[in-house]
C-alpha cells in the first residue's frame, strides 16, 4: 500500500481511544486523514504537525453529509459510539453506524475496522446471547450492531475490534472512564488490601490500542485479513489487581477476607442494593478473560504499558506512601 495514497476516515477522534489513534496515525504514517468529530475545540492534539490532517466538524447523525468524501475513503476506523439514552443510542450506535458503512465504496475501500466491546464475547469469543437480553443500551446496540455489520455488503473487509478494560487520557487527552473514578479507587485502597474476591479480566490502554489499528492501517492490500480481535493485555485475577494497585498506593496488604458468593449476596441484601440485569450477570460470569486477547507484544511490537503498574503510573497519579484512614 502506498502510504500517500491512503485516506483514511475516523470517526469518534475527539474520544479517548480515537484521540490515541489519531496522534498515531498523524506521527507514524503519511496516510491523508479525516476526522470526524462533534466539537473541534475537543480535539487537543496537534492535528497541523504536518500536511493531509483534515479536521471535519460533524455528527454520525448527519453522516450523509459526507457521502462524497466516504466514497473515496481507503480506510475507514468507527469508534464512535453513544453510550446512554436507548433512542440516542441505538441511533448512532447502529443506525448511523450501518448508514456510513453502506455509504463506503467496494472498488475503493479495502478495510473498515470497528470497535465493539469485549463484554459481548464468552472465554471461547463467541458472541453472548446474554448481551442481547441482559446488556446495558450500549451493550445491546452494539451486539446489534454487530450481527447487522457481518451481513452487510463490506463484511468482508471488516475488523472487529473488542477492547477489554480501557485505560487512557491526560491533561491534554479526554480521560476514559476507567481513568476518570481512579481517585476513587486510591481513596478506597486502605480498605481493599483487607478483600479477596473471585473473578478475572484483561485491560489495555488506549496507546497500546493505537498500535494495534496502526498496524491493521498500514497492511499492504495483500496482507491484510479481516480479524475478530480482543484486545487486552495478560489476564489479571482481581486479587492479583488489588495487591498491585495496593503497593503502587503504599498499602501493605493484610489478612484478606474472601468475599464468597454467599456473602456477597447477604452484602446485596442486607444493604438493599438494587442490581441491573446485566450487573446480575456480570456477578455471577466474574471470569472475563479470552483465550486469545492481543496487544502490541502479540504483534511483535513493544506495548507502551505492558503491566497494571504501568498503566496506573501512565495515570499520572504519583506513587503512593502507606495512607492511613481518616
Request: proline residues 3%; hydrophobic residues 40%; charged residues 20%.
Amino acid at each position: 500500500m502506498d502510504r500517500h495514497q491512503t485516506r483514511v476516515f475516523l470517526t469518534g477522534a475527539s474520544g479517548c481511544v480515537g484521540q490515541y489513534i489519531a496522534e498515531a496515525l498523524i506521527e507514524q504514517t503519511d496516510c491523508e486523514l479525516f476526522l470526524l468529530v462533534r466539537d473541534p475545540a475537543k480535539l487537543t492534539i496537534d492535528t497541523r504537525q504536518r500536511d493531509g490532517v483534515h479536521v471535519i466538524q460533524g455528527n454520525l447523525n448527519d453522516i450523509g453529509q459526507q457521502a462524497d468524501l466516504l466514497k473515496t475513503v481507503h480506510c475507514a476506523i468507527l469508534t464512535a459510539a453513544a453510550w446512554g439514552g436507548a433512542t440516542e443510542t441505538h441511533n448512532i450506535n447502529v443506525s448511523r453506524t450501518l448508514q456510513l458503512v453502506n455509504l463506503l465504496d467496494r472498488e475503493t475501500c479495502d478495510r473498515v475496522l470497528y470497535f465493539s466491546t469485549a463484554s459481548l464475547l464468552d472465554r471461547d469469543e463467541n458472541v453472548l446471547r446474554e448481551a442481547a437480553h441482559f446488556g446495558t443500551d450500549y451493550i445491546r446496540t452494539k451486539y446489534d450492531a454487530l450481527q447487522q455489520l457481518r451481513r452487510s455488503p463490506m463484511a468482508d473487509r471488516l475488523t472487529v475490534l473488542f477492547p477489554t478494560l480501557v485505560w487512557g487520557g491526560d491533561d491534554r487527552k479526554r480521560r476514559s472512564h476507567l481513568n476518570s473514578g481512579l481517585s476513587d479507587l486510591f481513596k478506597w485502597s486502605w480498605l481493599l488490601r483487607f478483600i479477596k474476591l473471585d473473578g478475572s479480566f484483561h485491560n489495555i490502554h488506549a496507546q497500546d490500542i493505537a498500535q494495534v489499528v496502526t498496524h491493521l492501517v498500514l497492511q499492504p492490500p495483500s496482507e491484510y485479513v479481516p480479524q475478530s480481535w480482543v484486545l487486552g493485555g495478560k489476564a489479571y485475577s482481581v486479587n492479583e489487581a488489588i495487591a498491585e494497585v495496593c503497593h503502587y498506593c503504599g498499602q501493605p496488604i493484610g489478612v484478606r477476607v474472601e468475599l464468597k458468593s454467599w456473602l456477597l449476596e447477604a452484602v446485596i441484601k442486607l444493604f438493599r442494593i438494587q442490581l441491573a440485569a446485566w450487573d446480575r450477570f456480570c456477578l455471577d460470569y466474574r471470569h472475563f478473560v479470552y483465550t486469545k486477547a492481543i496487544n502490541p507484544a502479540s504483534l511483535g511490537m513493544v506495548p507502551y504499558y505492558a503491566t497494571l503498574g504501568d498503566i496506573l503510573q501512565a495515570s499520572g497519579i504519583a506513587v503512593g506512601e502507606p495512607k492511613k484512614h481518616g
